[in-house]
């Protein structure tokens, strides 16, 4: 959606830009799914640990792809990038607070 609005606004470098940031969000999201465990360990201290390695591959992988894109695509559209990127990571972040409510007595989802 952010990048039809940046095409009618910059035109095809500002929708290129926009869906680059949104990919980057993306892909930074998918590398900390990949790494996250889904058995948890022995100790919450494994877990905890596990998680930070995950969200430190997360940021490392964004930070090389927004340098990256930075430095390769000369006729970026900053605006449309950063601002479709920090939409994407906000929306990914905002995924914790979503529930799958779970029936103590049948244990089974509530959701229709």
Do not use: C
Not at 46 to 58: F, I, N, Q, T
Not at 62 to 83: E, H, N, S
């Amino acid at each position: 959606m952010l990048a039809v609005v940046s095409a009618w606004f910059a035109g095809i470098h500002g929708a290129l830009s926009a869906a680059l940031g949104g990919s980057i969000a993306l892909t930074g999201g998918l590398v900390f799914m990949l790494l996250t465990p889904r058995h948890t360990g022995p100790t919450p201290w494994d877990s905890l640990s596990a998680a930070l390695r995950a969200e430190g591959a997360k940021l490392a992988v964004i930070v090389i792809q927004l340098w990256l894109v930075m430095v390769i695509y000369k006729q970026i559209v900053f605006v449309a990038f950063i601002g479709t990127f920090t939409v994407a990571v906000i929306i990914f972040s905002m995924a914790i607070f979503v529930r799958n409510p779970v029936s103590l007595e049948t244990g089974r989802n509530n959701v229709n």
